[in-house]
Nanobody, 129 residues
Framework: QVQLVESGGGLVQAGGSLRLSCAASTGRIVRMYAMGWFRQAPGKEREFVATISWSNTNTRVADSVKGRFTISKDYAKNTVYLQMNNLNPEDTAVYHC?????????????????????WGRGTQVTVSS
C-alpha cells in the first residue's frame, strides 16, 4: 500500500497560482507505475486533472486545465507536483493525488479512477473571483 499526503492547497484570487505537492511513502517495496491528480468540486463527480508516468516523462492533462496546469515529479523524493497557473473559480475543489499499481500506466500515465489503487485525503483549493 502507498500512503499519499497532499499539501499546498489554499485560498487564492482568480488569476493566481498554487503548487500542490503529493508525497508518497510505502511500508514495503511497492511498484508505482503512474501518479495522478483528480479533483472534486461540491456537488460534482470527481474528475481527472493530470497524470504522469513514474518511469518516463510522459504526462497528460485534462482539456479543462491544458495550458494552465503542469504535472511533474521528483523521483528521488517520491513526490509529484501540480503547478496551477491562471486559476479561476471553476478550479475550486478538493484535489486528490493517487498512485497506480497497473503496469501499462507506466507508458503514458492513466486517467480513469479505477486505474488507481491508493488515494490521498486531498487538499482544498479555493479560488475567489
Amino acid at each position: 500500500q502507498v500512503q499519499l499526503v497532499e499539501s499546498g492547497g489554499g485560498l487564492v484570487q482568480a488569476g493566481g497560482s498554487l503548487r500542490l505537492s503529493c508525497a508518497a511513502s510505502t511500508g514495503r517495496i511497492v511498484r508505482m507505475y503512474a501518479m495522478g491528480w483528480f479533483r472534486q468540486a461540491p456537488g460534482k463527480e470527481r474528475e481527472f486533472v493530470a497524470t504522469i508516468s513514474w518511469s518516463n516523462t510522459n504526462t497528460r492533462v485534462a482539456d479543462s486545465v491544458k495550458g494552465r496546469f503542469t504535472i511533474s515529479k521528483d523521483y528521488a523524493k517520491n513526490t509529484v507536483y501540480l503547478q496551477m497557473n491562471n486559476l479561476n473559480p471553476e478550479d475550486t475543489a478538493v484535489y486528490h493525488c493517487a498512485a497506480s499499481p497497473i503496469d501499462y500506466c507506466s507508458d503514458n500515465g492513466c486517467w480513469y479512477e479505477y486505474e488507481y489503487g491508493d488515494w490521498g485525503r486531498g487538499t482544498q483549493v479555493t479560488v475567489s473571483s
